[in-house]
């Protein structure tokens, strides 16, 4: 055998070779893409089926805490509304405590207030008694006053005439 025919077989053999990995890879390539569809088949229902799970888990805590949710606002209401009747109780005390208070002071306040209002006008009325008093002696004080700016009139009147006698002897 020669070169040429070696290279013959060699190639022969190559091309059986290449065909044979030709059709093995093809038949891989197919079985592998199957393989891959049957496994995406599989994990797509799986994964249908964990949500199907997961929603229906989450659907029964919702409903377990708007259940709660309902219930806590029920108390909290029932409280508000023990409180705001507690509240709404001790504010009208407060103010029935304040009105009677407030009552005892004007009541005291008033009666004070006559009290020296009442002074006030005694006061008064003396002072207007003391003033009529002073009035009379200022008007009797008063002709005293004129009497007596008379009689200096006249007391001068003689001690010019007197003045005059005793300057015109001297003279």
Excluded: P
Excluded at 71 to 91: F, N, V
Excluded at 102 to 127: K, P, Y
């Amino acid at each position: 055998m020669g070169v040429f025919d070696w290279i013959a077989v060699v190639s022969y053999a190559a091309t059986i070779f290449a065909l044979i990995v030709g059709v093995f890879s093809a038949y891989n390539g197919r079985r592998t893409r199957s393989d891959i569809g049957k496994l995406i088949q599989e994990t797509t229902g799986c994964t249908q089926e964990l949500i199907r799970e997961s929603s229906a888990r989450a659907q029964e805590m919702i409903r377990e805490i708007s259940a709660r949710t309902q219930e806590l606002m029920r108390e909290s209401s029932a409280r508000t509304q023990e409180m705001i009747r507690e509240s709404s109780a001790r504010t009208q005390e407060l103010i029935l405590e304040s009105s009677t208070h407030n009552r005892e002071l004007i009541q005291t306040t008033h009666a004070r207030t006559s009290d020296i209002l009442e002074r006030m006008d005694q006061r008064l009325e003396a002072q207007q008694s003391l003033l009529a008093t002073m009035g009379q002696r200022l008007n009797g004080l008063g002709s005293i006053l004129e009497r007596q700016e008379l009689l200096l009139e006249r007391l001068a009147a003689r001690q010019d005439d007197i003045f005059n006698l005793f300057r015109q002897t001297r003279s």
